[in-house]
């Protein structure tokens, strides 16, 4: 069984930044898509950034040039570093990581931009 940890996830000011983290219990390498989706309230499950099986990475128009997506295969994280916060990117915060057919995601973690 994988298991998917989010973390890092909090109340920041307009403008601010923040870095939430993805733990993966299994071994992963850049052969496994893995990914940061966002539900806010009332709104469907979005992608925010991801990678794919191929080593290149997507991201929403809307958090291009504010966003980046990281990972470090030995300590099995990925990153989402997030510049330049703005209220419409409050949502919760899920991560994602396919194994062969299946995909496994976290609880999520709760981001909240608001003065």
């Known amino acids: 069984q994988v298991h998917v940890v989010e973390s890092g996830g909090g109340l920041v000011q307009p403008g601010g930044s923040l870095r939430l983290s993805c733990v993966v219990s299994?071994?992963?390498?850049?052969?496994?898509?893995m990914g940061w989706y966002r539900q806010a309230p009332g709104k469907q499950r979005e992608l925010v950034a991801r990678?794919?099986?191929?080593?290149?990475?997507n991201y929403a128009d809307s958090v291009k040039g504010r966003f980046t997506i990281s990972r470090d295969n030995a300590k099995s994280t990925v990153y989402l570093h997030m510049n330049s916060l703005k209220p419409e990117d409050t949502a919760v915060y899920y991560c994602?990581?396919?194994?062969?057919?299946?995909?496994?995601w976290g609880q999520g973690t709760q981001v909240t931009v608001s003065s």
């Open positions: 994602n990581v396919v194994y062969g057919a299946r995909t496994y």
């Open positions: 990678f794919t099986g191929v080593g290149s990475t």
């Open positions: 299994g071994t992963i390498s850049s052969r496994n898509t």
